[in-house]
């Protein structure tokens, strides 16, 4: 089993930033990778962005320029750093570590709100 625990969210205004952090903790070894997913009122949840563990990122297109994944493998932590905030990306954002067979893990989610 992982635990993936979330911090960093919060209410900032648009333009501003925001960092996300995501600490894993139990059997590392069993995911392949990490990422945020996020679901805002009403809508399906969608994927931010996914860092690999050999450092292989992938992002939305709706975030690319603006957020940036990053790890820190001796802390088993991801990281989100989120620039130029929308009102748009008012979410909860999810931790996500997907497991090297099926399925994956997810954490409790934190909430982040964009103010116009």
């Known amino acids: 089993q992982v635990q993936l625990v979330e911090s960093g969210g919060g209410l900032v205004q648009a333009g501003g930033s925001l960092r996300l952090s995501c600490a894993a903790s139990?059997?590392?070894?069993?995911?392949?990778?990490m990422g945020w997913y996020r679901q805002a009122p009403g809508k399906p949840r969608e994927l931010v962005a996914t860092?690999?563990?050999?450092?292989?990122?992938n992002y939305a297109d709706s975030v690319k320029g603006r957020f940036t994944i990053s790890r820190d493998n001796a802390k088993n932590t991801v990281y989100l750093q989120m620039n130029s905030l929308k009102p748009e990306d008012t979410a909860v954002y999810y931790c996500?570590?997907?497991?090297w067979g099926f399925g994956s893990y997810w954490g409790q989610g934190t909430q982040v709100s964009v103010s116009s």
């Open positions: 139990g059997s590392i070894s069993s995911i392949r990778a």
């Open positions: 996500n570590a997907p497991k």
């Open positions: 860092i690999t563990n050999g450092g292989i990122t």
